[in-house]
């Protein structure tokens, strides 16, 4: 097994391009046509990064650890969105709990947030400042995902490296040891993408084989197992006592606990191993405790957890079978998945988005507060062209480059504040965005690549 030490750029922050856009006090009626919002112009305090026009990312939703990425952890209120620059032009985002990973179109990366667990690849925490820009120096990258707390990249010889937060063996390296700096991931092929989810990553080979690593955890890890999932709920019920109801949900059922037991997972390993079961592979996302994965042909694949009937097999509870990839049957040809908490999205190739799993605060989108295990279409007012799953709440960006939102919004995540509007189960726009071109969710953070201005 080898290692690497990248280097970093510390402390690098937005260019004085950036604004901070706040939304109003009238949100509930910004469906319909308004003024333009205040805009605060952010000055950088050490040298910007090389700043292109060709696109921006919005930011919205919780700010307690920097995850907007605006060099400060205010939570405003009314909800904060953040246009930010790209630094340089940024083609991928994916959002952890409390952090960011961007990868430029140069193959660059960015990280910003919570930098305590490792996740944003810095060596010395103590030179961190929450929710400024770090920039790593790895080879040139082709993919990226944020998981719980750890991250993992891969590079254009497809190699993968990872850094972080490793109770679970979720690094691959071997050991349970935390990595503050990135590490590559020895013993694979040749790999294409990456994705990652709580304790456990995923990765596809370039013949469209299934890689996985993590889910492994030492008799003092599973201690500190309740310790994370407390932190968790610390990270997202910091405004109000509303969010007790993530420990437990409507039914009472602890949905940590059962989500993360390893046996329901089909590895529990340190270093990577071939998944049975799966063959061309095209993309795949990971919840917190199950894999959704597309075949070449459109077929959706799922694996892991179904406490809520988040696999889509029209039942729930299915216990050790878990472990056994099965064809969700009911879905028509599927372009993408996405994997939230304990929900699941699939947007067909047609347009149209489908959801199943978990609904405690609407994140099904279906305009009803049932659990489902068998994929219901979401009614929408136009063409689906991407969709996006978080803690709870999920994104849709349309054809004309609307986002829209379900689900809970205890942090803004759906444009509007928790005062105004606690949860939706009914698909709501996103006021005030700029028109989007992808969209991405991740913990109580949300985010969508938009055009430059």
């Known amino acids: ?14 260019p004085a ?28 305090a050490i040298r910007p990064l090389d700043v292109s026009t060709d696109s921006q990312f919005v930011a919205w939703g919780a ?146 084989g299934l890689w996985g690593w993590g889910a492994s955890c030492s008799d003092s890890n599973r201690r500190s197992l309740k310790m994370w999932l407390e932190k968790v709920a610390d990270k997202l019920s910091s405004l109000d006592p509303y969010n007790n109801a993530y420990s437990v949900d409507y039914e009472g059922r602890n949905a940590q606990s059962d989500c993360v037991n390893e046996e329901l997972i089909p590895f529990q390993t340190k270093t990577p191993v071939k998944m049975e079961g ?73 347009g149209t988005v489908y959801s199943w799993g978990s609904n405690a605060f609407g994140q099904l989108g279906t305009q009803n507060y049932d659990e489902s295990s068998t994929p219901l279409k979401v009614e929408l007012p136009r063409r689906a062209t991407g969709i996006a799953a978080g803690h709870d709440f999920s994104l849709v960006l349309l054809d004309d480059g609307s986002v829209w939102g379900f689900g809970t919004n205890n942090f803004g995540q759906l444009g509007i504040p928790f005062k105004e509007l606690e949860k939706s189960s009914r698909p709501l726009k996103i006021p005030n965005l700029p028109k989007a071109r992808s969209v991405e969710a991740g913990g109580n953070l949300a985010l969508a690549l938009v055009a430059a201005r």
């Open 1 to 14: 097994m080898g290692t690497s030490a990248p280097k970093l750029k510390l402390g690098i922050v937005l």
């Open 17 to 44: 391009l950036a604004v901070l856009v706040l939304v109003g006090a009238n949100v509930l009626r910004q469906l319909a046509p308004r003024s333009a919002p205040n805009i605060t112009e952010v000055r950088p």
């Open 63 to 208: 700010n307690a650890y920097g995850q907007l990425g605006l060099g400060h952890t205010k939570q405003l209120s009314p909800f904060q969105s953040a246009v930010l620059p790209a630094a340089p032009a940024i083609r991928k985002v994916s959002l952890g709990y409390g952090y960011a990973i961007a990868e430029s179109d140069t193959g660059k990366i960015y990280t910003w947030g919570d930098p305590r667990s490792g996740h944003l690849g810095i060596n010395n925490r103590a030179n961190a400042d929450f929710g400024k820009f770090i920039q790593l120096e790895l080879p040139t990258a082709t993919a990226i995902a944020a998981g719980a707390e750890h991250s993992a990249v891969v590079t254009s010889d497809g190699a993968v490296y990872t850094f972080g937060l490793n109770t679970g063996g979720q690094l691959g390296i071997g050991t349970n040891n935390i990595a503050f700096t990135p590490v590559r991931v020895e013993d694979l092929p040749p790999i294409k993408s990456v994705a990652a989810g709580y304790r456990m990553t995923v990765a596809i080979d370039e013949s469209g």
């Open 278 to 350: 799966f063959a061309d592979i095209v993309s795949v996302d990971v919840g917190f405790g199950h894999i959704l994965a597309v075949t070449r042909d459109g077929a959706v694949e799922s694996v892991g957890c179904n406490v809520f009937g988040q696999l889509g097999w029209g039942e729930k509870d299915t216990g050790p079978a878990s472990r056994i990839p099965r064809l969700i049957s009911s879905l028509p040809k599927i372009s993408a998945v996405a994997a939230g908490y304990r929900h699941s999205l699939a947007l067909s190739v047609d």
